[in-house]
T-cell receptor
């Protein structure tokens, strides 16, 4: 049982480049989330999808877009990467909105 | 609105000593509360959760937490620290209502266990 799988695990981008972070879960969960983790700031919610077909902004959505491709997959896109987007990105899923979230292993993104 | 405050960004204990990690929450509605652990270069793993049943919640690896409504606290404890407990710990809160609910995390507490 893979749980939540994120790809890639590491990425280096130049300022202005674009990329998509992929996330897939095999637990038949309804809700999916993208967080970023920065030192001393905990995890901050970028976007979430309460159920298939819906997406909503979280605490720090600027510079990002998301797509809930189907129930399993939730991707995060950086259209024009900036050094401020250097972070560790976590995808998570939950059976529904108020239940505990299960996390992927993270993607370490560096924007130079 | 909801928020979580974790008191102490770094806590250091000796092996075998009591572990106490503090978490206070603010929520306008009855909350669900969670503790997660993150080992180096890994994702977050659920330790335990409070969902309005018993106020004393037992989790994995010998950890437990007590929900105290009067103090708006959900502190994490373990009677005897082990070297393998060294990690970062996050407290999180979610309102019990379903619409638009999502986890809000504290800033984390790095636990160091000294031999």
């Amino acid at each position: 049982n893979a749980g939540v799988t994120q790809t890639p695990k590491f990425q280096v981008l130049k300022t202005g480049q674009s990329m998509t972070l992929q996330c897939a879960q095999d637990m038949n969960h309804n809700s999916m989330y993208w967080y970023r983790q920065d030192p001393g700031m905990g995890l901050r919610l970028i976007y979430y999808s309460a159920s298939e077909g819906t997406t909503d902004k979280g605490e720090v959505p600027n510079g990002y877009n998301v797509s809930r491709l189907n129930k399993r997959e939730f991707s995060l896109r950086l259209e024009s990467a900036a050094p401020s987007q250097t972070s560790v990105y976590f995808c998570a899923s939950a059976l529904r909105e108020v239940t505990e979230a299960f996390f992927g292993q993270g993607t370490r993104l560096t924007v130079v | 609105a909801q928020s979580v405050t974790q008191l102490g960004s770094h806590v250091s204990v000796s092996e075998g000593a009591l572990v106490l990690l503090r978490c206070n929450y603010s929520s306008s509605v009855p909350p669900y509360l969670f503790w997660y652990v993150q080992y180096p270069n890994q994702g977050l793993q659920l330790l335990l959760k409070y969902t309005s049943a018993a106020t004393l919640v037992k989790g994995i690896n010998g950890f437990e937490a007590e929900f105290k409504k009067s103090e708006t606290s959900f502190h994490l404890t373990k009677p005897s620290a082990h070297m393998s407990d060294a990690a970062e710990y996050f407290c999180a809160v979610s309102p019990q209502e379903t619409s638009g609910s999502r986890l809000t995390f504290g800033e984390g507490t790095q636990l160091t266990v000294n031999p």
